[in-house]
C-alpha cells in the first residue's frame, strides 16, 4: 500500500476516535456494541488496513455513522467521464 493511501485510512481512523470520543463512549463499549474486540477497535482507530470492512462499518453503525458508508465510492466522477465518452 503507498503511503498516501495508508494516510487516508489513517484518517478514517482518527475520524471514527473523533466520532467515538465526541460520544463520550469508552472503546469497550463501542467495541461491545460492534460485537468486536477492543484490540480490532485500537487498529481501525489506528486506520490499519488489515482490519476487514465489516469490522469497519460495525464500529461506524455503532456510533450511528451507518449512513455514511453508504457516501464511499458515491461520487465516481472518473467513471461518468469515461461513461460519457461512450455515449458521444
Known amino acids: 500500500m503507498f503511503p498516501k493511501h495508508k494516510d487516508i485510512l489513517k484518517q478514517v481512523g482518527a ?6 470520543r465526541r ?12 460485537d468486536i474486540v477492543r484490540s480490532t477497535l485500537y487498529l481501525i482507530e489506528t486506520g490499519n ?7 469497519y462499518f460495525n464500529v461506524m453503525r ?3 455513522l451507518q449512513e455514511d458508508f453508504l457516501k464511499l465510492a458515491a461520487d465516481d466522477g472518473f467513471g461518468r467521464k469515461l461513461q460519457d465518452l461512450e455515449l458521444l
Do not use: D, Y
Not at 475520524?15 to 467515538?20: D, H
Not at 488496513?49 to 469490522?55: E, F, K, M, T
Open 49 to 55: 488496513p488489515s482490519v476487514a470492512i465489516g469490522a
Open 23 to 34: 460520544r463520550k463512549l469508552t472503546q469497550a463499549q463501542v467495541a461491545e456494541r460492534a
Open 15 to 20: 475520524n471514527i476516535k473523533l466520532a467515538r
Open 62 to 64: 455503532a456510533l450511528g
